[in-house]
């Protein structure tokens, strides 16, 4: 007689950090602010470089939507309170994996004892936080990169032949009226560009693509959901001119507008064929005005390069936002209010401002910290808020001058957002006259 012994499926439930842990600066997927309820010039400074709330769009855990979507006998766990997330870990899973960035690194840890207190045998680890010094002694398992293909063989014994693409909406108040959403698409997972201060390098140096019929598949749901606007999610979108072409037909095919990340060298000279697909509105990283910092960063722009694109994207009604580094080894504190100037010029709708993180998986990590030029070993700190580092021109408090500076007073006028929150600030401070002025008013 022959017996078939089969291996009992693993109990997997993926989680996101709690969403205490998640900072402000960073996506808060689902949170209303409301600037007059703020009681702090601190808190209104935070608020004030949040992407969401500036943008009006919420990031839902995209990577764990995958994983579900391809691994269908998983449990995920979306940005929970640690109640929720205590009272999950107790209904009897054999694995807890956790995504995290490395600024959650201590939280991870923390929800790795509650599971395991709650009798989870194993807790695997994902996302670029698993490149966190000390990480493999925290957890059983961890994977670099995107890990779909790799756990559908572990947890279910399968293989994915082609990643199937799950059906997210967002809403998305900047481009959209209150109650529409938009959908995400993702077109290729990674990116192909090498830029210095950029882990995506590390975390995934090959590209993946989806494939033309899942991506089609997707929107003619969208479509079918009502949907009219996209959130293309890529880390760089267009960086795969005959895939982006095909995926550019299907948009229009489908009436989409559309919004994506990418490059000004992508962009440059193409926004009105883009146009023509219904390319509506851009997040490209501007990351400095400063030539010598784009060269050392190899970022393949130059301040010329941004100025030319922004007024083609303004010219063809594209609305636009960008994200912006303080604190890059070239800058200096009167070269930066310079390069504030420049980019208070340019017609740039959102601006996020990031102080230079040296994160851990980045080689110029190991060379400051051989150096003694790593100040910070709290992982909290490592979420482009704080300064982890010493600059070899500025102080710690310059930077962080600058920094507030910068939030306060590098803004486009059509920001009805951060206007609101600008005045919020002003209302605090002369609410209460013992206050003491913000950086930026020194
Ligand atoms: S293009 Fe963007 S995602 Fe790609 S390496 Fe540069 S900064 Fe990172």
């Known amino acids: 007689m022959d017996f078939i012994v089969k291996k009992k499926r693993k109990k997997v439930l993926l989680s996101t950090v709690p969403m205490p842990e998640i900072s ?37 855990a995209i990577g764990l939507r995958f994983l579900k979507e391809n691994i269908p006998s998983v449990d995920i766990l979306e940005f929970p309170e640690w109640g929720e997330f205590n009272d999950a870990t107790k209904q009897g899973y054999d694995v807890l ?14 929800m790795a004892g509650i599971a395991r207190e709650n009798g989870v045998r194993e807790v695997w680890a994902g996302n670029y936080g698993t490149f966190t010094p000390g990480a493999s ?16 063989s572990l947890i279910e014994n399968e293989k994915i032949d082609a990643i199937r693409h799950p059906i997210i909406t967002t809403p998305f108040s900047s481009v959209l009226p209150a109650g529409e959403e938009a959908g995400y698409l ?35 749901t969208y479509k079918e959901m009502g949907i009219r606007y996209i959130n293309i999610g890529d880390e760089t979108f267009l960086q795969h001119r005959t895939h982006a072409r095909r995926v ?37 990283g ?22 030319r694109v922004f007024s083609e994207l303004r010219e063809n009604n594209v609305s636009t936002s960008g994200t912006y580094i303080l604190g890059l080894p070239n800058d200096t504190v009167p070269s930066l209010k310079e390069d504030l100037d420049k980019l208070s010029r340019l017609p740039v709708n959102i601006i996020i401002f990031i102080i230079f993180t040296p994160y851990p998986e980045l080689p110029i ?78």
Not at 253 to 258: A, I, P, Q, T, V
Not at 396 to 425: D, F, H, T, W
Request: with cysteine; proline share 4%.
């Open 286 to 307: 501007i990351e400095s005005m400063n030539d010598a910092n784009l060269l050392d960063q190899k970022k393949g722009q130059s301040s010329d390069k941004i100025y």
């Open 186 to 220: 993702f077109t290729i997972k990674g990116c192909r560009f090498k830029c210095e201060f950029c882990c995506t390098k590390i975390f995934s140096p090959d590209i993946d693509i989806l494939s033309i019929k899942e991506i089609e598949r997707a929107l003619a």
């Open 248 to 284: 550019l037909e299907l948009l229009k095919k489908y009436g989409m507008k559309w919004f994506c990340s990418s490059r000004v060298d992508l962009i440059t000279g193409n926004v009105r064929e883009l146009a023509r697909f219904g390319f509506d509105s851009v997040y490209m």
């Open 24 to 60: 402000m600066v960073n996506q808060v997927p689902g949170r209303k602010i409301d600037p007059a309820k703020i009681t702090s010039v601190e808190e209104c400074i935070k608020i004030a470089n949040n992407e969401s709330f500036l943008g009006g769009r919420s990031q839902p």
């Open 365 to 442: 990590y190991g060379e400051w910290l051989t150096g003694g030029l790593i100040t910070s070993h709290n992982w909290d700190e490592y979420d482009g808020l704080h300064v982890v580092f010493r600059h070899p021109h500025m102080s710690r408090e310059e930077l962080m001058g600058i920094y507030e500076y910068a939030i306060c007073n590098v803004y486009s006028p059509y920001n009805y957002n951060k206007r609101r929150v600008l005045q919020r600030i002003k209302k605090l401070q002369n609410s209460r006259p013992g206050m003491p002025a913000m950086a930026h008013e020194r």
């Open 97 to 110: 994996g956790i995504s995290f960035y490395t600024t959650n690194f201590n939280a991870a840890v923390k």
């Open 137 to 152: 002694s925290h957890f059983d398992k961890i994977f670099i990169g995107y890990p779909d293909r790799e756990l559908k």
